[in-house]
């Protein structure tokens, strides 16, 4: 979802230094138009699939579901452990 506007982004800034080099070199309309055409859907589309890339990465990445629930488990009780240990502190000084 963070990623959906790494495509269009790639896409425009090729098509920005595309367009500027292009009119650096006195370009003919119709030339330029299309090569600034082919420009963009090729960048879309190496966008595409670099988002691709990244979100498939990202899900082999994360731990399985039951890695999850094991994380979670210990992380409760590594919180307990901590609270118990302070309330006790808090006794033992009254």
Avoid at 21 to 41: S, W
Avoid at 49 to 73: G, H, R, S, T
Wanted: some cysteine; aromatic content about 10%.
């Amino acid at each position: 979802m963070k990623r959906k506007l790494i495509p269009p982004f790639w896409m425009l800034l090729a098509g920005a230094a595309c367009g500027v080099i292009m009119l650096a070199f006195h370009y003919e309309a119709k030339p330029m138009l299309m090569i600034l055409l082919g420009v963009l859907l090729g960048f879309y589309v190496i966008g595409c699939l670099y988002k691709f890339m990244l979100d498939l990465f990202e899900k082999q990445n994360e731990p399985a579901p039951e890695e999850k629930e094991i994380v979670a488990e210990e992380d409760q009780l590594d919180l307990a452990e901590e609270t118990d240990e302070g309330q006790m502190g808090m006794n033992a000084e009254s």
